[in-house]
């Protein structure tokens, strides 16, 4: 009933659970006190006693009446700190993970799901920690503590009531497994609702010109339905065993009471034992139906629980804590699999120059962005190894390694905030003359300029502004940085024409001191490269510059010339 793996994400904070489990225990105490004091003054009113004999009893059954304030106060203050503090260190956990992750976090788990699970999960886990453990363990304490104080009074009515007591537990596991599945799927159908939703917004304009909007929606109201339908078989599952156990918990303190009002009847208790006996015996039941009650709010708590756990064991990047020593990378005998099944790099070789422009090139799918995720240090070889300078990639220390290194895709990220601060992120140091001259190099200071300057804000993944202008920006943004190692993937796809020559000159221009390495389909591109991979079905083919592989007439020759008619045919075409 107590999930272990759960249990280790409280950490240091199990023994707020303790304290307030010995809260919850003196409060019964305290309520056991106050009742005690009522059958102690039914008594002094059946015996017509004088005003002044209730006062040692009114005395105390203030003091336990204050008594059972500060615990239940007390109570409430833990479980709230144990929520609060368990949120706040699985919020720290869960968003270190994000960042160790890097990229991997967002490519193994979908963006709605990482969200869901960090926000909402990690709500549902609060009420697992902060009410059904402590519950759990007082609802199994209460009965005992009820079943000492009540069997010297009437044994036969105590061990009636103690006997029925695990008929609750029982009607909890019956429910339990039903339960479990039913909570799996919740949160399945709740995080592919969340998927569905965001991939629809998401790709809103695509389903707007493919007229296929209407037809999403119909998946949308699906998707809802399915969910609308589980969370109505959570209700009724919930529902039906809260019917079960107040059967179980009313109908045991009945039959309690009916013992106890037949051994008065017999002679056997006194009035005041029988009074106390029939005020207690609900209290034998009503910490396990609080548990039950908990149990469902917590298997909730529990799937969320799991999903986080999965994210947190998530294999992260292994890095060390050398730093940087050369600029060159070196790819030696590389292989590589994401499922580690399907191989989708085979023993590659690659050097990549301290200086110089080298361009990997091939067929889509034959493994170019593969090899920038090893380079990155995302991805780990299964065979073989990533070098840069003299150290295997996973003895640097990350934080060194990327300040050398910049990475540059046709989805560079421009985030929502002005010029000068996107140039900010990168170089905190920059001043107003590097940005202006970066952006001048890649033609797009008069643009930056005419619209605001430096404080022209830049709306959302760059959506004010043009496709080549963001791939322009992103690349000024880089050239301040001052890396040493540049890889350049797809920078210049799905560009116009003049954007494209601006930033492949740029990039010629910074191989004379920085080691470039560039990733293109374009193959005109990357004609000055100082070394050209060709790359086919996962595998190194040819290697050289543009010259000698056309000169070999192998498989990049005929690529290049392949694409070269295209690009005839098109301007034919177009003309
Ligand atoms: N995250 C992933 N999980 C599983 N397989 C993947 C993943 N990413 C890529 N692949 C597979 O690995 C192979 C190499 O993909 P990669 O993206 O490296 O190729 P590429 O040469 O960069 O392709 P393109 O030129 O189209 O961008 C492909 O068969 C692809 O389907």
């Known amino acids: 009933m107590i999930d272990k793996d759960l249990l280790r994400l409280l950490g240091d904070k199990k023994k707020y659970i303790v304290y307030t489990v010995i809260s919850m225990v003196i409060g019964l105490c305290a309520n056991l006190g106050i009742t005690m004091c009522i059958c102690q003054a039914i008594r002094l009113m059946l015996e017509h006693a004088a005003p002044g004999k209730y006062v040692p009893t009114l005395l105390t059954g203030i003091a336990a009446l204050l008594i059972r304030y500060a615990c239940t106060r007390c109570t409430a203050r833990l479980k709230d700190s144990i929520g609060r503090e368990v949120k706040r260190d699985l919020r720290a956990s869960t968003y270190n993970k994000i960042i160790c992750l890097g990229m991997k976090s967002t490519s193994e788990m979908s963006m709605a799901g990482l969200t869901q699970v960090s926000m909402e999960g990690i709500e549902q886990l609060d009420l697992y920690f902060s009410n059904y453990i402590p519950q759990f363990f007082y609802a199994m304490l209460a009965p005992v503590i009820l079943f000492i104080v009540t069997v010297r009074l009437d044994a036969k009515v105590a061990i009636v009531l103690l006997c029925c007591v695990p008929l609750i537990p029982v009607s909890i596991i019956a429910v339990s497994k039903w339960a479990k599945k039913i909570f799996a799927k919740y949160w399945d159908k709740y995080t592919a609702m969340g998927d569905y939703f965001l991939d629809s917004v998401q790709g809103l304009k695509e389903l707007k010109i493919f007229k296929a909007d209407a037809r999403q929606h119909e998946k949308m109201n699906q998707n809802a339905e399915e969910f609308r339908e589980i969370t109505m078989k959570v209700l009724t599952m919930q529902l039906a065993s809260t019917t079960i156990m107040d059967l179980v918990a009313y109908g045991g303190a009945g039959t309690g009471i009916a013992f106890a009002v037949r051994d008065l009847a017999d002679g056997k208790i006194t009035v005041m034992s029988a009074v106390f006996l029939m005020l207690v015996a609900v209290d034998f039941f009503l910490p396990l139906r609080a548990f039950g009650s908990a149990f469902h709010v917590a298997m909730n708590g529990v ?33 590589f699999s994401y499922d580690g099944k399907r191989e989708v ?20 799918g034959c493994g170019k962005s593969t090899i920038v995720g090893l380079m990155n240090g995302n991805l780990i070889p299964q065979k073989g ?13 990350r934080a060194d390694y990327y300040s050398h290194l910049a990475v540059v895709s046709c989805n560079t990220y421009i985030f929502n905030d002005t010029v000068r601060n996107n140039f900010c992120l990168a170089s905190p140091w920059a001043t107003d003359e590097q940005m202006e001259a970066a952006l001048k190099k890649v033609n797009l200071w008069k643009f930056i300029e005419e619209n605001g300057g430096l404080d022209k804000s830049i709306s959302e993944d760059a959506a004010n502004i043009s496709g080549g202008q963001k791939q322009r920006l992103a690349l000024a943004v880089n050239l301040v940085a001052d890396k040493d190692i540049y890889i350049f993937d797809e920078a210049t796809s799905n560009i116009d024409i003049e954007s494209e020559e601006i930033i492949m000159k740029n990039i010629k221009a910074l191989s004379k001191e920085k080691n470039v390495i560039v990733i293109s ?12 991979y060709y790359m086919e079905s996962k595998e190194v083919k040819e290697c050289g510059n543009h010259q000698s592989l056309m000169d070999a007439k192998g498989g990049y020759a005929m690529l290049y010339r392949r694409q070269k008619e295209l690009e005839k045919g098109y301007a034919e075409v177009s003309a």
Request: no cysteine; net charge negative.
């Open 521 to 532: 389909h374009r193959l005109e591109n990357i004609v000055p490269a100082d070394r050209i």
């Open 303 to 335: 799937s969320a629980g799991k999903k986080i756990i999965s994210l947190l064991e998530m294999e992260e990047p292994k890095w060390g804590s050398e730093s940087v020593t050369g600029n060159e990378v070196v790819l030696d005998h590389v292989s």
């Open 345 to 364: 790099l085979k023993d590659v070789n690659m050097t990549f120059s301290e200086k110089g422009m080298t361009a990997i090139v091939g067929e889509s």
């Open 385 to 397: 190894s990533v070098s840069v300078g003299n150290a295997k990639l996973g003895q640097l220390s």
